[in-house]
């Protein structure tokens, strides 16, 4: 499946935004959608899971309360509500499938694709 994400853009501390990851193909109910980011100078972060019915969802503890993961199957769409942003928010957002869920991040599950990022800016 081959993944498009929209949305980023620079937003105020304290202020929200919605991140969106468009699929294609007719598939794309059968794969488990996660969000990573990577802030400059820094390794990818996991940031949060979604499974493929959307009925079970897990977040990383730095986002927890604040962003919420959410999919929309008829469009082939999974997103993310990020609320309450903080400068330290500030990265490249990534959306990933994969087949497996895990709850937390797990790095023996392998990814089936990447969308190409969306930039998140958070000023202070």
């Known amino acids: 499946v081959q993944l498009q994400a929209s949305g980023g853009g620079v937003v105020q501390a304290g202020g929200s935004l919605r991140l969106s990851c468009a699929a294609s193909?007719?598939?794309?109910?059968?794969?488990?959608m996660d969000w990573f980011r990577q802030a400059p100078g820094k390794e990818r972060e996991f940031v949060a899971t979604i499974s493929w019915s959307g009925t079970n969802t897990y977040y990383a503890d730095s986002v927890k309360g604040r962003f919420t993961i959410s999919r929309d199957n008829a469009k082939n769409t999974v997103y993310l509500q990020m609320n309450s942003l903080k400068p330290e928010d500030t990265a490249v957002y990534y959306c990933?499938?994969?087949?497996?869920?895990?709850?937390?991040?797990?790095?023996?599950?392998?990814?089936?694709?990447w969308g190409q990022g969306t930039l998140v800016t958070v000023s202070s």
């Open positions: 193909g007719r598939t794309f109910s059968s794969y488990v």
């Open positions: 990933a499938s994969k087949r497996a869920y895990s709850g937390a991040y797990d790095s023996s599950i392998e990814y089936a694709g």
